[in-house]
């Protein structure tokens, strides 16, 4: 009810103003607040800006951006943060993002990660997949012996 979404913020990110998501307060750290905070203020209103404003505040919450893919408090955050990695990974390559300059801006400007641990930890993982492969033949690590045994997970 009403009271449920006073006490928490996350349940409707409109409440408060009655136009739209509040301007951020203190959550950007960076040299260019205010100017992060008048270019996030220049956006229209839609669901970036509102997940926008989830960040900042499971950024307060945390200290850091990396909501889990699987966030039940929020599961459309861990989804979108998803999403703003896939879009940033297509605006390198120049293959038609979603993603505006500003919009990285923003999200850089609250020491957003592109790249998490998990994803490093994969590609770390598949390299030594890819170099058993090329020294054994096969990819059967769990015939391989102790030596191989991270790679079984």
């Not at 100017?35 to 220049?42: C, E, I």
């Not at 994803?119 to 020294?135: A, I």
Request: charged residues 30%; positive net charge; glycine residues 6%.
């Amino acid at each position: 009810g009403d009271e449920a979404e006073q006490a928490n913020p996350m349940m409707n990110p409109n409440k408060g103003s009655g136009n739209g998501p509040p301007p951020v307060q203190n959550a950007i750290k960076s040299d260019n607040h205010n100017a992060s905070n008048r270019l996030l203020d220049s956006m229209p209103d839609g669901e970036w800006k509102t997940r926008f404003h989830e960040l900042v505040e499971f950024h307060k919450t945390h200290g850091h951006t990396r909501v889990p893919q699987t966030y039940p408090p929020n599961p459309s955050l861990g989804l979108w943060t998803l999403v703003q990695r896939r879009q940033h990974k297509l605006y390198l390559r120049n293959k038609c993002p979603r993603i505006t300059t500003e919009q990285i801006r923003l999200l850089e400007s609250l020491g957003f990660e592109w790249k998490t641990a998990e994803m490093q930890e994969w590609k770390k993982k598949f390299q030594e997949l890819q170099l058993f492969k090329s020294r054994y033949g096969h990819l059967r690590v769990f015939d391989s012996g102790k030596e191989y045994e991270e790679l079984e997970r």
